[in-house]
């Protein structure tokens, strides 16, 4: 630390801020692993680092040229290195520092009063060799007038009479209370102890950097606006995208989080490809979420070939029923079944999410040709059957929803989209292997 290091205070530092453009440290000389070290601990808040208030003695111990402590900075946050604008100044103010004035104690005389503005310049003065010198009238040499030394001193005594007055009516500390080195004290299971023997859960609670500005939960409307309903919606979506095979809940549940990569997240790439956020089956759209799931021109006509057999029960497969599972809704016929036909819905939404999102990857990732409308409907109506037969085994023979589950499939059979996929595929729900041909 140069000229402002105390050999009786060697933890001066950790109240300093390590600007790399700072010329009254010699950053140069520290591995730049201690610096990164450095400017973490001065970005932890200083209610943290000194959680237990110092005391007046101690206060009037701390260093005062480069100091990030608050009653040692002015009323606009400046220390008294910021109001020092050129190199003979500091220079003389670092070699004056020299002289053992450091903190505010160093500067009081031996009864304890604040110096005067000449007394300080002739202290700081003092064998100082960039202290200027001038001839007065009587042919004398004096001290010449310091750039903004009246700055400074002003500066100092307003602190100094700032941290005076802040302990009026504190009951005095007996005299002897030993000054601690540092002002990095915290209170562990009622003892007082220094930073350097803080547990690590403490250290690690101030290690933890999370921004405080409040983000938007991505699954908060106007109707769910606080903890509570939230808590309650997230709950009741986990307990329905459980339903689903592990590997498609997943992707459901990242599209309800924001977290799936869409291409409007790489805007970034934009200097170098212009295209990095439109839609990867070439529509000259911003891919969304909701571009890529939902409404784009090859994948919009699969949740109508489905809506259209769902109808009867009042089901539409939205983008908000798809985002908003509280949506979810039936006429007024289908009610006694809900329950039977939103397991159902659940099933089929999370399969064709799943085929959306893996065939996105394969066009834009491994140049594979889109599918084709045909291939849409057969795939997802296959996987959709054997996330149905794969919930069937999991049931009971004689649960009640089981049976109404089979009812509302073979209601659905009847419809002529899935009439022709189900002559195709004849034994979709079969749940018994298939007896071997002799």
């Not at 480069?66 to 606009?76: C, G, M, N, Q, R």
């Not at 903190?103 to 002739?122: A, K, N, Q």
Request: a positive charge.
């Amino acid at each position: 630390m140069g000229r402002l290091h105390r050999i009786s205070h060697p933890f001066d530092f950790l109240l300093y801020h390590p600007h790399h453009r700072s010329k009254w440290l010699m950053l140069w000389e520290l591995h730049p692993l201690w610096v990164d070290v450095w400017s973490q601990w001065a970005a932890v808040p200083m209610a943290l680092r000194i959680p237990l208030p110092p005391t007046l003695a101690a206060t009037m111990q701390l260093p005062v040229w480069l100091t990030t402590f608050t009653p040692s900075l002015s009323a606009d946050g400046k220390c008294a290195a910021n109001i020092i604008n050129s190199p003979p100044t500091r220079r003389w103010c670092l070699h004056g520092a020299s002289n053992g004035i450091r903190s505010l104690g160093d500067m009081l005389d031996v009864h304890g009063v604040w110096p005067s503005r000449t007394e300080f310049v002739t202290r700081m003065s003092n064998e100082n060799p960039h202290a200027p010198i001038e001839i007065a009238p009587n042919g004398t040499m004096r001290w010449a007038p310091v750039h903004r030394s009246g700055m400074i001193y002003t500066h100092l005594s307003r602190v100094y009479d700032h941290v005076q007055l802040s302990f009026r009516g504190t009951p005095p500390v007996p005299h002897a209370t030993p000054v601690p080195l540092h002002p990095f004290r915290a209170i562990v299971k009622d003892i007082v102890l220094p930073f350097e023997m803080w547990p690590r859960s403490l250290v690690v609670l101030m290690s933890f950097h999370a921004p405080d500005e409040p983000v938007p939960h991505p699954m908060s409307t106007l109707a769910r606006d606080n903890p509570t309903s939230l808590r309650s919606y997230v709950q009741r979506v986990r307990q329905t995208i459980r339903l689903p095979p592990p590997i498609q809940s997943d992707v459901w549940l990242r599209l309800l989080f924001h977290m799936l990569p869409v291409n409007s997240r790489f805007s970034y790439l934009q200097t170098t490809r212009p295209d990095a956020i439109y839609c990867t089956y070439g529509c000259g759209i911003i891919e969304t979420q909701s571009h890529a799931f939902h409404s784009c021109h090859r994948v919009y006509p699969i949740w109508l070939f489905h809506a259209s057999a769902w109808r009867r029960f009042g089901v539409t497969f939205s983008c908000e029923s798809i985002f908003d599972l509280d949506s979810f809704a039936v006429n007024p016929r289908s009610v006694p079944r809900k329950d039977a036909i939103q397991l159902l819905w659940t099933l089929l939404v999370a399969t064709i999410l799943h085929l959306i999102w893996t065939q996105h990857n394969l066009v834009q990732y491994e140049d594979q040709p889109p599918l084709p409308p045909d291939a849409w409907h057969q795939l997802t109506f296959i996987g959709w059957m054997t996330s149905v037969r794969r919930w069937l085994r999991l049931q009971l023979p004689d649960c009640p929803l089981r049976t109404t589950v089979l009812q509302v499939l073979y209601s659905l059979r009847g419809h002529p989209n899935y009439h022709v996929l189900w002559v195709k595929y004849p034994h979709c729900l079969q749940l018994q292997p298939t007896p071997p041909s002799t």
